[in-house]
Nanobody
Framework: QVQLVESGGGLVQAGEALRLSCTAR????????IGWYRQTPGNQRELVAV???????DYADSVKGRLTISRGNARNTVYLQMNNLKPEDTGVYYC???????????????WGQGTQVTVSS
């Protein structure tokens, strides 16, 4: 069983910074990709940033240049450094990972419980 444990959300003012972290725990053979989605009331979750097994990263256009995703020394941890935050960055941020639990098994998507980020103007 795999769990994604998130931390780091909070309330900040526009222009300030936050760092989110997500750790995948449990039986993990490999992580194909791991990243962050954001959801606001009445809307679907949208991709914010993702890092893939080869180290390639992708970002939503709205966050390029301000948010940086990175892997920790423990490869099952990912960080989202959020600089120069804007009110439109407000939302619940969910960690998402595509993980294989064993050799020869299929990979599955897992989600964290979500962490609230609120940016006041």
């Amino acid at each position: 069983q795999v769990q994604l444990v998130e931390s780091g959300g909070g309330l900040v003012q526009a222009g300030e910074a936050l760092r989110l972290s997500c750790t995948a725990r449990g039986t993990i053979f490999s992580i194909n990709h791991i990243g962050w989605y954001r959801q606001t009331p009445g809307n679907q979750r949208e991709l914010v940033a993702v890092i893939r097994s080869g180290g390639w990263t992708d970002y939503a256009d709205s966050v390029k240049g301000r948010l940086t995703i990175s892997r920790g020394n423990a490869r099952n941890t990912v960080y989202l450094q959020m600089n120069n935050l804007k009110p439109e960055d407000t939302g619940v941020y969910y960690c998402n990972a595509n993980i294989k639990e064993g050799w020869g098994t299929r990979s599955d998507d897992y989600w964290g419980q979500g962490t609230q980020v609120t940016v006041s103007s």
